[in-house]
């Protein structure tokens, strides 16, 4: 029979326990009246933790920058769209879950900290600055071990890593390297393959060539023995026993990620496909983790994109649900936590014109994200000089926004613009025709608190909407809000309460019996 090794936590929990029980012993029975019942059950509560059965299959979902109002106004949006604009709540797969938690987020520098930092905490369980990939504050020497590090060389599990942002992103990066800056992107791109973790799948590498004086990302990604696939194809058609693979996004986005859900073509791969393939390689006897993060949700809520936010938390939904229906197969050995590293964006459900109404309805309209105007339309604008009213007829057809002027007014219902969001969409045009985007130390505080530092005409765009739609954002960062932490199946009970991030690391740690 093999030995029960009991960690330092469970340990400590016993030795406690055992003190209980002994001062409850000697100390007046009067005293004492109600303490024999909550001795037994703090008892029963940490002998069930000693001999606990351990989840093999371990599924951990990341929505960058998803906070409760992400979240909710995904499921008022999904609700109400479903329900003719009647006020209904839709559930997401995940927002099912038995177990719910909320996490605190700051990191060693700040309250609003950034992926690097928060992912550090969730994956190795320490706190480090902003912009820190598994190393120790301030010095930045000393390496963290990550839990995916730990599950892997202790335990025999395969692991998972997807993103829909780029694979050496700092969220992704943060289960498998250890850099002083999350701007290190080639270093991290060979940690990437020295990982030697079985599946990676996600965005392009953002520094792909280095230098230039070595071998690229994917080379050394292929010289380590991976699978190097770049191709929808390619993709669909590995199988089982496949070996290590590493599957980069034939279509990509903005930044050389994934597209964003709601730009993705027919067919065309998405969060969800990149789970459901995951399943399939990592599938074995011992176990697995798989790490996903939706990391796009991150970059809509930067942008202030209210609609490109809501679609990418439903395609996480979708991707959630594949694990749930891996979770149905095995009940017994499977976990599954659904969280977020941060919040991004300060996004409110409520705007000042809008009072006590939503109209949530109006962001079905949206029929791109705010990249994919940029890419497609915005460019040739600039190009071009193309006149304002010639502008917002893409606009009309993209947004539903419409002109006073415009032959179609009287059917535009409460996307019909006043003169007053004219005037602001005409001088963010205006500043668009001129000069374009900009970083912030180049602009003027009104034209940063304005469009922050993307095109201003698709940021007008977006802030017109949402504000006609009920939902604006404070912010063009991330914020101090604490997130939720959702869980199923094998020890999710573990995951209640309030807590902080690095709790999650902790617990897994100890669900898993790992050192």
């Not at 330092?8 to 209980?20: D, E, H, Q, W, Y």
């Not at 997401?92 to 520098?109: I, K, N």
């Amino acid at each position: 029979m093999k030995e029960h090794k009991m960690s330092r936590r469970n340990f400590l929990k016993v030795g406690a326990v055992a003190s209980a029980a002994g001062l409850m012993t000697a100390a007046p029975v009067a005293a004492n009246a109600a303490a024999p019942a909550a001795s037994t059950a703090a008892d029963e509560e940490n002998c069930v933790g000693l001999f606990q059965k351990k989840p093999k299959y371990i599924f951990l979902f990341i929505g960058d920058g998803m906070g409760t109002a992400q979240i909710q106004s995904a499921r008022f949006y999904q609700g109400t769209v479903t329900n003719n604009g009647a006020i209904t709540e839709a559930e997401l797969s995940f927002t099912q879950f038995p177990e719910v938690g909320s996490v605190t987020t700051y990191d060693s520098t700040s309250f609003c900290p950034d992926s690097a930092s928060t992912a550090t905490s969730i994956a190795s369980g320490k706190k480090t600055e902003s912009g820190v990939i598994n190393m120790c504050p301030w010095t930045r020497d000393v390496p963290y071990e990550t839990i995916a590090e730990k599950l892997h060389k202790q335990k025999g599990y395969k692991v998972g890593i997807v993103s829909t942002v780029n694979i050496d992103h700092a969220t992704p990066a943060a289960f498998y390297a250890h850099q002083k800056t999350r701007k290190n992107y080639y270093q991290i791109g060979v940690e990437l393959a020295n990982s030697g973790f079985e599946y990676f799948a996600g965005g392009e590498f953002q520094k792909v060539n280095g230098d230039g004086t070595g071998p690229d990302n994917h080379t050394v990604a292929a010289n380590a023995g991976y699978n190097v696939v770049t191709t929808q194809a390619g993709a669909a058609a590995l199988t089982a026993g496949a070996g290590k693979t590493l599957i980069i996004a034939e279509n990509l986005g903005d930044g050389k990620a994934m597209n964003y859900a709601m730009d993705a073509a027919n067919g065309e791969w998405q969060l969800t496909d990149y789970v459901k393939k995951g399943i399939e390689l990592l599938n074995n006897k011992k176990g697995f983790f798989l790490m996903t993060e939706s990391g796009k949700i991150d970059w809509a809520c930067h942008a202030n994109d209210a609609a490109a936010s809501i679609h990418d938390v439903i395609e996480m939904h979708n991707a959630v649900q594949a694990a749930v229906e891996f979770y149905a197969q095995h009940p017994d050995d499977t976990l599954i936590l659904v969280t977020a590293d941060h919040e991004t964006g300060g996004l409110g459900i409520g705007y000042k014109t809008t009072n006590y109404d939503t109209f949530l309805t109006n962001l079905a309209h949206q029929k791109m994200s705010y990249a994919k105007f940029d890419s497609t339309y915005v460019n040739n604008y600039v190009k071009n000089q193309t006149p304002f009213e010639t502008a917002m007829q893409d606009v009309k057809a993209n947004f539903g926004l419409t002109l006073p002027a415009d032959p179609d007014a009287a059917n535009a219902g409460k996307l019909l613009l006043t003169d007053y969001e004219v005037e602001n969409l005409r001088t963010a045009y205006e500043r668009t025709l001129k000069v374009g985007s900009s970083s912030q130390s180049k602009m003027s505080q009104q034209d940063y608190e304005l469009y922050g530092t993307y095109i201003p005409f698709s940021m007008a765009i977006c802030h017109t909407i949402n504000h006609k739609s009920g939902v604006d954002h404070t912010t063009y960062a991330h914020t101090g809000a604490m997130v939720n932490l959702y869980a199923r199946g094998q020890g999710a009970d573990k995951f209640r309460g309030v807590y902080d991030n690095t709790e999650i690391f902790h617990k897994l740690a100890e669900l898993t019996d790992v050192q």
